[in-house]
């Protein structure tokens, strides 16, 4: 018997992607981790392998997907409230880093050249409606 998967979800690292594994095995759906074990060996060649894939079989996609929709693709505090934007009011808070700032850049490349590390990032929290960026206090 052949069994075909299907790619319901990307991640950019395999932690990510084990959270969700986690929770659809509770709902007794077999998944995959494809380049999993690529991107824990070397995680900045991540965005260009496309990331870790969760693969599940064809006949649970549908029941997969609800179960992926359920979870909340929003920022959390620690007791489990959503985070509002201090702008809009929204709910729709994502937490993002900024790694792709000319600050990072120099420090990467800083790094690189010298083979040093840590890398600056900084993380913050990023409004999806207004793009306000703040941080907590």
Known sequence: MHNSFKIVATFQYPAEAQIVKSRLEAEDINVILNNEHTINTDPLISTAIGGVQLMVN???????????????????DDS?????CPNCNSEKVAYYTTITDFKSFIYFFVGFIFSVLPM?????????NCKHKFNLK
């Open 58 to 76: 064809a006949e649970d996609e549908l029941k997969a997907k609800e179960v992926l929709n359920d979870i909340s693709k929003y920022s959390l």
């Open 120 to 128: 600056y990032t900084k993380y913050s929290y990023r409004c999806e």
């Open 80 to 84: 489990g409230h959503a985070i509002h």
